[in-house]
């Protein structure tokens, strides 16, 4: 592969679009070179070594990583697949688009060069573009960590031209395009505080300075030991009990008894069923994420423990919507979703293997059984008709797709159910596939009609307040936020506007 620009033979005399910014250039390497910086020589070449092939870099995601913060194992993540994005640009165009000779090292001390030089052409830095991503990505995700690792970053940067292997007009391009490379992934996959509901409606919650009052109620199968110990720092006044799960309805209904804010740690089942105490009781709640999804906690911007405390001390709240479904004497809620059909097998599937290899495994296990069904799981009434169905979804709130991540809720407080159908009919790997992947799933509101309708021969989706299905066989299995149980008959499904106050950090 030729190189479409040639910096090795821009000519000297005459008129040439490169030859006064490459004679500037020129003018910076050697004022660097000449320039003495205390300390330096041992410093920079070794940071610049150790950037070799990106390993300063992945141990410092590790290291940031072990912090066991979520907010800080994604801005790893994300700092690495900057990195990695920017390495694949800079090795598959950007040094094979651009020849340029590197540096010639007589203007730069002996200690300061590197005992190995590197062979490839100069333009563009590849340490600087992998600085200059990791660096970005992880500051996209988190500030804090951002501002800890950009010094750094910016070091290596500069020992590329201290040790005198580019030029600054290397690095400058390097660096912008390892920027460019974090902002593409942003764009693929949004940062949390991108995909974050607004925090409205605000409502008045009891200020809890020191935690005296609330009463905290942790799933021990969940794995909460770490994050109860981690509140109870923060705040020090609450009362915290940890139970096995058969025990969490009673313990919650004590709690209620005599608290003045109900707290609950664990996964969505289990937020699911504090949410319906803390509605019987009249109290807010306050949500420890702590199961395998967390899909409520993600949805409702709370990362961790310290951020639940921070939002229970100031006495930070908002109003959310709580979905409800009645099956003749069944009556529960729902904060996340309900569905029908395939999806409470694959709840199913992946509750009775979660224990034994996961709850990943377990649920690609029980995807892979899912897709593999060969009968029709739902029946229902449907204009008059009777019609087979692979699956109804109805969502706490309408669901939004940003970038590659699966659907999220950008308001809890919408006052709508998100319902998607997947219809009946032959091959339905393909007919589920399609419409998680191009359509019901992910739907931008330019594809709805007028009336909130999107229809398709394979699936449909439709925004309502209410929903009515009749003539479900007995038997048929329901799953809510995790949970499953049989219904038949008629199920209404409605929504509680704005019933559940939950703590939630402010702006």
Not at 69 to 75: K, L, N, Q, V
Not at 114 to 143: D, N, Y
Not at 153 to 178: E, I, N, Q, W
Not at 294 to 314: K, P, S
Request: charged share 20%.
């Amino acid at each position: 592969m030729s190189a479409d620009v040639d910096l090795t033979a821009v000519p000297t005399t005459g008129r040439h679009a490169l030859r006064g910014p490459l004679a500037l250039d020129a003018r910076l390497f050697h004022a660097a070179a000449a320039w003495h910086w205390p300390g330096a020589e041992r410093v920079l070449p070794r940071l610049s070594r150790g950037a070799n092939h990106g390993v300063l870099w992945f141990a410092a995601a590790a290291a940031i990583a072990a912090s066991r913060t979520p907010r800080a194992r994604r801005a790893a993540a994300r700092g690495v697949a900057s990195l990695s994005l920017a390495s694949l640009t800079i090795n598959t165009l950007g040094k094979r688009s651009v020849r340029r000779a590197r540096p010639v090292l007589d203007p730069v001390p002996l200690v300061r060069q590197l005992k190995r030089q590197p062979i490839t052409t100069s333009f563009p830095s590849g340490h600087a573009a992998s600085a200059a991503a990791f660096a970005t990505g992880v500051g996209l995700e988190s500030p804090a960590w951002g501002a800890v690792v950009a010094p750094v970053a910016f070091s290596v940067a500069m020992s590329r031209v201290y040790t005198g292997v580019h030029f600054p007009s290397d690095v400058l391009a390097g660096a912008a395009l390892g920027a460019g490379a974090a902002f593409a992934v942003r764009a693929l996959v949004p940062t949390r505080a991108q995909a974050a509901p607004p925090a409205r409606p605000r409502t008045a919650a009891p200020a809890l300075p020191e935690g005296d009052g609330l009463v905290v109620v942790a799933n021990r199968a969940s794995g909460t030991s770490e994050r109860v110990r981690v509140l109870r720092q923060a705040l020090p006044g609450a009362e915290l009990l940890e139970c096995e799960p058969q025990d969490m309805p009673a313990e919650l209904e004590k709690a209620a008894a005599r608290a003045r804010a109900l707290g609950v740690c664990g996964g969505d089942g289990t937020v699911n069923a504090a949410a319906a105490v803390a509605l019987r009781h009249g109290l807010p709640l306050a949500v420890l994420p702590g199961g395998t999804l967390n899909h409520f906690a993600c949805d409702l911007g709370v990362e961790d423990e310290r951020t639940t405390a921070g939002a229970v001390r100031r006495g930070e709240a908002v109003r959310v919507d709580v979905g409800r479904f009645v099956a003749g004497d069944h009556e529960g809620i729902f904060l996340n979703t309900l569905g029908l059909g395939v999806y409470p097998e694959l709840v199913r599937v992946r509750e009775r293997w979660s224990s034994r290899i996961g709850g990943w495994p377990a649920g690609v296990l029980g995807a892979y059984r899912v897709l593999h069904a060969d009968r029709h799981p739902l029946e229902v009434e449907l204009g008059g008709r009777r019609r087979p169905l692979w699956l109804l979804f109805v969502g706490n709130g309408v669901y939004r797709r940003m970038g590659l991540v699966p659907g999220r809720r950008t308001d809890l407080a919408d006052g709508l159910l998100d319902v998607r159908v997947v219809h009946g009919g032959r091959r339905p790997a393909l007919r589920l596939l399609a419409a998680a992947a191009a359509g019901p799933l992910s739907l931008p509101r330019s594809r709805l009609g007028s009336s909130g309708r999107y229809l398709h021969p394979a699936h449909a989706a439709v925004r309502l307040k209410r929903l009515r299905l009749t003539g479900v066989g007995p038997g048929t299995p329901l799953a809510y936020d995790g949970e499953v149980t049989e219904v038949r008959g008629e199920v209404l499904v409605d929504k509680l506007p704005q019933a559940l106050t939950v703590y939630r950090p402010l702006p």
